[in-house]
């Protein structure tokens, strides 16, 4: 198959939040050119694309996965709705016996336990001893598997047919989250996915330091003798101007779909789908910490896409020496600078006949950007974009390797 990648740029202004806390509570930092920058894990925005797929509807559901570590509830709850006259014990003991079944583990926690016997309540479910990442249709496979042997489950597990079949069941058909951000199983290596996605943690193209704000807040019932505040406390943030990166191996991606879910659709239409849907969440989803307190929401103020074939390419290192604002903001500084920085990697690395652009920004500090339109397209909206990049993978693929 083609080797095929997405680089995904994008430079987007948040005002004083405090998207993504460290230990202490602080917004996130690291130092970067010498000097400390705002920070955005890239587990935070991952986790922020994977629940806009479901918010937003970007994908049928049964293209979605689930990761939990209540994965025996949810399989038995698959169970019920395939044999609704099954008891909930059984189903859950069919659950528990599938799930170890494809060599992960499970346990009931101590401390459930223990609030149970304390309560004199029924044991509670076991749980796996990590977040499992298992697909809509894998679970449903699962479910219909368990059915099968639900007249003696142990020795339907017995045998080495079965046994193989369990683990199969739980690395096929996987769902798009899945395939983008990949699997990792500690107890059974042999079902790991590797992602096709590279996310990149989210810096500040200047030197960030952090603020406190001090609050208070007022006890509404309080009488007139009754002075002072209800209680107090303090919120760290900051405010940045932040570049976000994201690859995309599109080759790899479409290795972990296999093939799509109806046999009557061309062979990269579930690829594409899934190519859609990411460029779209990445570019507008935002991690939701303390937003709340700060309602940050903002939009990217400009959104790059490359499409290579040769490996992917970040343009963080224009900022390695930070933007420092003349009192009119970064924005414009940082647009400036990406717009050089990348027309020079270009030249100096890419290849022109194989690599395809798509931009989208707004306002007039971005301006500077439009000059890469000249290798490719300048979208007028994100949905446009994302349909042209979409359709070119597609293309790409169903090229011969």
Request: proline share 4%; hydrophobic share 40%.
């Amino acid at each position: 198959m083609n080797r095929i990648f997405l680089d995904v740029h994008a430079l987007q202004t948040v005002p004083p939040s405090n998207l993504n806390r460290d230990d202490t509570g602080a917004p996130k930092t690291a130092v970067y050119g010498g000097v400390p920058r705002a920070r955005v894990s890239s587990q935070a925005w991952k986790r922020a694309v994977r629940t806009y797929f479901k918010d937003e509807h970007l994908l049928d559901p049964a293209e979605l996965g689930v990761r939990t570590k209540k994965v025996v509830e949810l399989l038995a709850d698959r169970i019920a709705e395939f044999a609704p006259a099954i008891e909930r014990e059984t189903a859950l003991r069919l659950a528990d016996e599938t799930v170890k079944a494809t060599g992960c583990k499970t346990e009931v926690p101590k401390r459930k336990a223990d609030q149970a016997k304390k309560d004199g309540s029924a044991t509670p479910a076991p749980e796996s001893k990590y977040l499992l990442f298992l697909s809509s249709r894998q679970l449903d496979g699962l479910a219909r598997f368990a059915l099968e042997g639900a007249d003696d489950i142990t020795a339907f597990l017995k045998t080495k047919e079965n046994k193989a079949r369990a683990k199969e069941l739980a690395d096929t058909r996987h769902s798009v989250d899945i395939a983008l951000f990949g699997r990792m199983v500690a107890d059974v290596a042999d079902i790991n996915v590797d992602a096709a996605v590279q996310v990149a943690h989210a810096l500040s193209v200047h030197r960030v330091d952090n603020e406190s704000d001090y609050y208070t807040a007022v006890d509404d019932e309080n009488t007139d003798e009754e002075t002072g505040a209800g209680m107090i406390g303090t919120v760290d943030f900051n405010s940045a101007t932040l570049y976000r990166y994201a690859a995309l191996g599109v080759h790899q991606l479409a290795a972990n779909l296999g093939q799509g879910l109806r046999e009557d659709e061309p062979r990269t239409e579930p690829v594409r789908r899934a190519v859609e849907a990411f460029v779209h969440a990445f570019a507008a989803s935002l991690p939701t910490g303390k937003i709340n307190t700060f309602g940050h929401h903002t939009e990217p103020d400009a959104v790059i896409v490359r499409l290579r074939t040769t490996r992917p390419i970040s343009y963080v290192a224009a900022f390695e020496e930070p933007v420092r604002s003349d009192g009119g903001g970064h924005l414009r500084e940082a647009a400036d600078r990406l717009a050089a920085y990348a027309d020079d990697v270009e030249r100096a690395y890419g290849d022109p006949d194989t690599t395809l652009t798509w931009i989208l920004r707004v306002g007039p500090a971005t301006q500077k950007l439009a000059e890469l339109a000249e290798l490719g397209t300048e979208s007028a909206s994100l949905r446009e974009l994302v349909t042209a990049v979409g359709q070119a993978v597609a293309e790409h693929l169903e090229k011969p390797a």
